[in-house]
Every structure is written in structure tokens, then in C-alpha cells.
């Protein structure tokens, strides 16, 4: 019997129109091998998201008994005592010098791409090409590059050597939000300056930026959350600094959080280990709170240009 | 004038990864002049007599990348599959920023906690595999503590989860509901629909997805370094500890005992370099086929 005349008869083999129509045979095969793997996708996801949960619950036990106010605006005393206030100011000084190095390269070469350069032009795709693979470089290396450029010319290790490896951890990130959030600029907006006679890099100025500068900061806010949790380059260019003091001058070693967590993890005395974990906390959740602001922020401006 | 300060910034982007290449290499001379290139596949590492071989590092950054991979492709196309063609709209709009969120955490805070909650963790999970699995050889006998391969593979999968997931889901998300739709009145389920139409057609997107977050798990080094124990040795099993390029430099490069011991950290580092372009150039080759849009969010990942 063909699965349609059973569905219709029923398993008697007579019309009986009160039997429910469950799929049999083959097509119940198929339903059984879509349901399951549905079923399996879904579980995936859970277990990313569980996988989250876990970490950020797992820091955050072990985290939360260091935190208070004194943990974040003293300096430390000894080896557990005190707060972490200098690492606090030393990551904010360079990932603030990164981010004020990379923010004009990057937004100027997403310019570059979306402004100036044709859609079909060389020289775009190789630059395009070089910022790929930018984003792709091992943060370390990046780390082994400057380096060799400046801590070994220079013979000291510096916060500024941060700033620079942390910029270039940046810029890729940067040109691309930026080429992401100018490429939404309508085009009418161009046209429109272009056919009022105004020059392209005055239509650039106080057309297209403006409407873009959204965007561009949400953007760079993702950038600076990336760049404020990278150890590998500061492990390698700033990591002799004086661990109980305040310090602004950049040309020498600078105290970061990063640093804090990573020279403190294997000491034998629970109260600093109890510190790197409240300072990986308070890290956590700075980098958490901005991913999540400027992706909704992000979200709000799109939708509004998109419009 | 603008036109000019836009063109100087594309061209300090290429600069710097040319000076980045040369830089590397001229720093690695020593080494690369000892030891030539024997260095990528000699084993020994004792920078104390001055013999230094990446062929341990080279394994452990291979097996441990391989595990990570094995793991994360078929979950994170799973979960792409999941936001892209199960979840409700609104689902997905909680669940995908959620799973991204996992590249958002910083790789010290993945150190951290991989070497106080997981490896105790893989320390109890070990025997188990070792008696289940123990007659295939990546199985062998457990080290005592959980500082492994396996902790290594398991933290990289965690951090390269959200890429392959996120892409993948970008792309399920791009395939005409035309395409979906003909299929679906045919009478195909849903299961069919990703089997016949949109795997096939995005599968070129996939494997650059893939590559990509390959390319992250071998260059990753501070994570890794607390969980796989900077063992030189070449084991068969991922129960040992083990040791990779890039966490083999966070580990000893502040405590070089000597100049050729610096050089050959950057040796290792103009070897991942290669690689990392290498991956790169590949994902975009693989993805340039379909012009896949690999922004993710504003580029956080």
C-alpha cells in the first residue's frame, strides 16, 4: 500500500476520515532524522551559551568577595594588600594612547576604501587584503614586532610600546567598522553635495562623517574592549614596572590589569590570587558592558541609517 | 589633501606588515643562521647549551589546533544552523549576541579560569577517557594533574567557537528564501532543506570560517600557556602536556637566558607569522568565491 492511500484509508485499508494523519514509512524516516537534528543544533547552542554561563559564573564567584571601592581606587600595599588602582590608571593610560593612535589611521584608511578608491580598484583589494591579515596576526607577534622596533633601540620596556602593539591590534578592527558603518551612507547624500558643486573632501568632512560618526565610535568601543583584555603584547613590552605605584610616564614600565592576572595566578599567596581574580572580574565586566552598549548601540544607529 | 592623509593610512597599514616581516626575520638571524631551517623540525629545546629545535612546538601547536578544530566545526555549524534556520527571530536575537559574546572575553580571563576550573576539571575526565579510549594512542596514559594537550584543544575550542558559529550563521542567513522555500514546497523538511540547498551552497563560506578560526587557535598563546604545561616533548597522547609556538614565547621571553634564546623565540614567531598569513590568505581566497561578508557584529571577533 503507497503511503498517500494509507494515510487516506487508514491501516484497515478502508476510507476512514477520523484517522489521524501521522506521517508513516519513509516520511516518518525523515521527520525522525529532521527532528533529531534539530534537536542536536539546539543543543549546540545551549552548550555555547552554558559554556559562557560557566565562565563568566566561574570568574565571577571567585571574583566578587575582591571587589569593593577601596579595590578599585587604592594602590596596593605589598604583595595581596590594597586595591589595584594603578593597574586600573596604567591600562586605561595604554589602551587611551593606543586608541588615539589607531583611531585616525583606521577611520582615514576605511575612508580610503568607501570614499576614494573604485569598487573594482587593486589597490583597494590589496589593502583589503593587508588589513585581513593584520586581524589575522598572533597578538604575540605583534608583541615580538615592536619589540625589536623600539624596546631594543630604546633598551627599556614602556607603556608607549604597549600602546603602539595594542594600536595595530586595533586598526584592523577600526578601518573595518568604519568601511562597514560609511558604506550605509546613502548614496543620494553624496550625489546631492557632489551636484551643489562641494569638494569631495569637504562632502567627507560635513556630510559623510557625521552620519557615520555613530557607527565609527561603536565601533571603536569594540576595538578598545579588545584591546584592553590583550596580555600577549603587554606580557612582552611592558612587563618591569613598579607593582605599587601610580605612574603616568609612559616611557617607562606602566602597571595593566592583564599583567596583574598573569603575574599573580601562580604566586603561593591566596590573597593575591584572590586579587587577580577580582581584577579579572572587574576586567570581565568592563569588556562585557561595552561588547554589550555599543553592540545595541550599533544595532540602534544601523537601523536608524538604514531608514 | 584628505585624499592624501587616506591613501598615507592604507599605505602605513601595508608598511607595517612589511616592516613586521622584516623586523622578525632580521631579529631571528642569529637563530635562523645557526640552525637553519633543521630548526623546524629539530626536537630538542635547551637554550642553556644553546640548541634550540621548534620541532616539539610545531607538533603541539598542530595537534592542539586539530583538536580544537575537531570540536568546534561540527558544534559551531550546528549553532549556525540553529540561529540561521531554527530559532524564532527573536531567539536569535538574544542567543547569537550571547555565543559572540564568547570571543569577547579576553584570553588571560580563558587562562585563568582553564587552569583553575578546567583542568581540575580534565583531570577527573582523563582516566575515563584513557579506559574507554585507551587502545586508540591519542589516548595513552593521562598526566597526574590535567595540564594537557587536551585542556589546551578544549580552551581553544571555547575561544574559536564564536567565530565558526557566528559565520556560519551570517552565511545560512544569506541563501535566497527563494531557494528555501522551492524546496520546502517540494515537500522537503527542514532537515533537507540544509542538507540540498543551503550547506552546498554555502560550504566554500564555511571552510573559510573554519580557516579563520584555525588561524586564531594557532597564534593563540596567552590561554594556552597556562593549560598545556610548556613541555618540550613530542607526546603521541593529548593527555600529556605539551607545548606550542606562540605560548612557548609568553612563557620563557622575559626569562631569556641569552641572545640566541631570543632569536629563536623569534624564529618561532616568524613561523607562526607565515602561517597566520598563510591562513588568512586562505580563508579570503576561499571566501572571495562568494564575497562573504566577514564583519560579524562590527568586528569584534
Keep these: 500500500m503507497s503511503i498517500a492511500s494509507r494515510l487516506v484509508l487508514g491501516e484497515s485499508g478502508r476510507f476512514d476520515p477520523t484517522a489521524p494523519l501521522t506521517p508513516s514509512g519513509n516520511l516518518r524516516r525523515r521527520t525522525v532524522v529532521d527532528r533529531t537534528v534539530r534537536v542536536i543544533a539546539t543543543a549546540a547552542a545551549l552548550a555555547a551559551v552554558a559554556m559562557l554561563v560557566i565562565v563568566v559564573y566561574g570568574v565571577f564567584v571567585r571574583g566578587v568577595s575582591s571587589l569593593s571601592l577601596a579595590f578599585a581606587f587604592q594602590t596596593p600595599q605589598g604583595l595581596a594588600g590594597g586595591g589595584i588602582f594603578n593597574y586600573l590608571v596604567g591600562t586605561l593610560e595604554v589602551v587611551a594612547l593606543g586608541a588615539t593612535i589607531a583611531l585616525p589611521i583606521g577611520v582615514l584608511t576605511g575612508l580610503y576604501l568607501t570614499e576614494f578608491a573604485g569598487p573594482r580598484s587593486r589597490v583597494a583589494g590589496s589593502l583589503k587584503l593587508a588589513l585581513d591579515v593584520m586581524q589575522g596576526l598572533p597578538t604575540i607577534v605583534v608583541g615580538l614586532f615592536i619589540y625589536g622596533l623600539i624596546v631594543i633601540p630604546q633598551h627599556v620596556q614602556s607603556g608607549l610600546a604597549a600602546s603602539i602593539a595594542l594600536a595595530i591590534v586595533m586598526v584592523p578592527l577600526m578601518a573595518r567598522a568604519s568601511q562597514e558603518v560609511l558604506l550605509l551612507v546613502p548614496n543620494s547624500l553624496r550625489e546631492a553635495a557632489d551636484a551643489l558643486g562641494v569638494n569631495r573632501w569637504r562632502t567627507v568632512l560635513t556630510v559623510i562623517l557625521p552620519s557615520a560618526v555613530g557607527g565609527i565610535a561603536t565601533g571603536a568601543i569594540l576595538a578598545i574592549a579588545r584591546a584592553a583584555g590583550e596580555t600577549a603584547p603587554v606580557l612582552i613590552l611592558d612587563s618591569i614596572y613598579n607593582p605599587n605605584q601610580t605612574t603616568f610616564d609612559i616611557f617607562h614600565g606602566v602597571p595593566t590589569v592583564p599583567m596583574l592576572i598573569f603575574t599573580s595566578v601562580e604566586l603561593p599567596i591566596p590573597e593575591a590570587v584572590a586579587r587577580a581574580w577580582g581584577a579579572a572580574l572587574l576586567l570581565m565586566l568592563m569588556i562585557l558592558i561595552a561588547n554589550i552598549g555599543a553592540r545595541v548601540w550599533l544595532a540602534r544607529t544601523r537601523a536608524k541609517m538604514a531608514r | ?301
Excluded at chain 2, 187 to 204: C, D, H, M, N, Q
Aim: charged share 10%; glycine share 12%; proline share 5%.
Design chain 2, 1 to 301: 589633501m584628505l585624499f592624501a592623509l587616506c591613501a598615507l593610512a592604507g599605505l602605513l597599514v601595508v608598511v607595517t606588515l612589511f616592516d613586521l616581516l622584516y623586523q622578525l626575520a632580521g631579529d631571528a638571524t642569529p637563530a635562523i643562521s645557526r640552525f637553519g631551517l633543521g630548526f623546524l623540525g629539530h626536537t630538542t629545546w635547551k637554550p642553556g647549551f644553546n640548541i634550540e629545535g621548534a620541532g616539539a612546538l610545531i607538533y603541539g601547536t598542530a595537534v592542539s589546533s586539530a583538536l580544537a578544530l575537531v570540536l568546534a566545526t561540527p558544534l559551531g555549524i550546528a549553532i549556525g544552523l540553529y540561529l540561521s534556520m531554527v530559532a524564532s527571530p527573536r531567539v536569535r536575537a538574544t542567543v547569537g549576541p550571547l555565543v559572540e559574546m564568547l570571543a569577547a572575553v579576553p584570553s588571560i580571563i580563558y587562562g585563568f579560569w582553564g587552569l583553575v576550573v578546567l583542568v581540575p576539571f580534565v583531570d577527573h575526565l582523563e582516566p575515563g577517557l584513557h579506559d574507554a579510549l585507551g587502545f586508540i594512542p591519542l589516548f595513552g596514559a593521562p598526566s597526574t594533574i590535567g595540564i594537557s594537550v587536551l585542556s589546551a584543544g578544549i580552551v581553544l575550542t571555547v575561544m574559536i567557537l564564536p567565530i565558526i558559529s557566528a559565520l556560519s550563521r551570517d552565511l545560512f542567513l544569506t541563501v535566497p528564501e527563494e531557494l528555501k522555500d522551492g524546496a520546502a514546497a517540494l515537500g522537503a523538511t527542514r532537515w533537507e532543506i540544509i542538507r540540498g540547498i543551503v550547506l552546498p551552497s554555502t560550504a566554500s563560506g564555511v571552510g573559510a570560517a573554519v580557516v579563520l578560526g584555525l588561524g586564531r587557535a594557532l597564534g593563540e598563546a596567552i590561554a594556552v600557556s597556562f593549560v598545556i604545561g610548556d613541555v618540550n616533548a613530542i607526546h603521541l597522547s593529548v593527555l600529556q602536556p605539551g607545548s606550542t609556538l606562540a605560548e612557548r614565547i609568553a612563557n620563557q621571553f622575559q626569562g631569556a637566558l641569552n641572545n640566541l634564546h631570543v632569536a629563536a623565540m623569534f624564529y618561532c614567531g616568524l613561523i607562526l607569522v607565515v602561517i597566520g598569513m598563510l591562513t588568512s590568505i586562505a580563508a579570503r581566497a576561499i571566501a572571495s568565491r562568494f564575497d562573504v561578508n566577514r564583519t560579524l557584529g562590527g568586528g569584534v571577533l
